[in-house]
């Protein structure tokens, strides 16, 4: 379980990351492209909202384990 969590909480954290590069380079055209922009987000909220449940299973593991 505590594997678990830490996996969750290091790749949800590393997509949140890439998420916010490809929107960045979405935003950075002229036009500004929407494709990129939407996976963009996407990938932040889904690397987000994994980064969350790893770092709340990890707070209900006890101590000992």
């Known amino acids: 379980m505590a ?4 996996i969750l909480t290091a790749g ?3 997509v949140a990351s890439c998420g916010l590069v ?3 380079i979405g935003a950075a055209f002229v036009e500004p492209s929407s494709f990129e922009m939407n ?3 996407i990938l932040m909220v889904i690397g ?3 980064a969350a449940i ?3 299973m990890s707070k209900r593991i006890p101590e000992g384990e």
């Open 3 to 6: 594997e678990i969590s830490r």
């Open 22 to 24: 490809i929107f960045g």
């Open 54 to 56: 790893g770092i709340l």
């Open 39 to 41: 996976v963009g987000t």
């Open 12 to 14: 949800g954290l590393v």
């Open 48 to 50: 987000v909202i994994a």
